[in-house]
Each structure stands twice: as structure tokens, then as C-alpha cells.
């Protein structure tokens, strides 16, 4: 599949980890995108960890290198309705990663992502690296 990624958190740690299926998508995806969630999801990670400044330097790397979609009005109307969606299903999710969904769904790019709880979100594509 072709196109424009919006990468969740488990990938790009996968993509740290070197995991070579994931190495080898990235490496053929000029059009990767994360969500400022994703960041600040990772920014916990490395305060929390042993090898903070480390992983600290490896994440600003990355965001200093990559295209980051924050969250805006429409991301917010996006999420509001994805949430209320997900509730009327009894399929809740991780708040973050209802962010994570709008934030793909506003800018049509396809989710990668391990998770599959992502696919109770309607009209959201998701592929796992």
C-alpha cells in the first residue's frame, strides 16, 4: 500500500529498536508524518527510562527531521466526533490514541500502528508495520 503514514508510537519505538520489517518500510515512505502525540508520548518515555538524555537526543532528532501535525480547531471536532462514535459502539480506546485517529483522519493519512483497537474507528485506514 502506498501513501502518506501518520506513524504511532509503537512503530517509530520498533523503528529505534531496529526492527528491520519496520527499517525497510520507512526507508521506502518518503511521506511519513507523526502527531505531536506521538512525541510527547515518546518524551515520557525517555524521561522515564535509564538512558534519558540518550533517548531524549534520539527523539529530538527525529522531530527536528520529520513533519509533526499538532492538534487544531478541526482536530478537535474530529476527536469529539470519533469519541462519541467509539462510545455509541461501546468500543472506547485510549484518549491519546483518539488523537491520534483524528489527527490521521483530518489529514487523510493512513495510520501505521500494532494496535488494533484502532480499527473501531469508522472511516480510519490502518496498516501494521
Request: aromatic share 8%; with cysteine.
Amino acid at each position: 500500500m502506498s501513501g502518506k503514514y501518520l506513524l504511532d508510537t509503537n512503530i517509530v519505538i520498533a523503528w529505534f529498536a531496529g526492527e528491520p520489517r519496520v527499517r525497510q518500510h520507512l526507508e521506502l515512505n518518503a511521506n511519513l508524518f507523526l502527531p505531536s502525540i506521538v512525541v510527547g508520548e515518546l518524551y515520557f518515555g525517555a524521561c522515564a527510562s535509564g538512558r534519558k538524555a540518550t533517548n531524549l537526543s534520539r527523539i529530538d532528532d527525529l522531530a527536528q527531521e520529520s513533519d509533526v501535525l499538532a492538534c487544531d480547531l478541526e482536530t478537535a471536532l474530529r476527536y469529539g466526533d470519533v469519541k462519541n462514535d467509539l462510545r455509541q459502539k461501546g468500543r472506547p480506546i485510549p484518549e491519546n490514541d483518539i488523537w491520534i485517529a483524528s489527527i490521521a483522519l483530518q489529514h487523510r493519512l493512513i495510520l501505521v500502528s500494532r494496535d488494533s483497537h484502532f480499527d473501531y474507528v469508522s472511516g480510519l485506514v490502518r496498516v501494521a508495520w
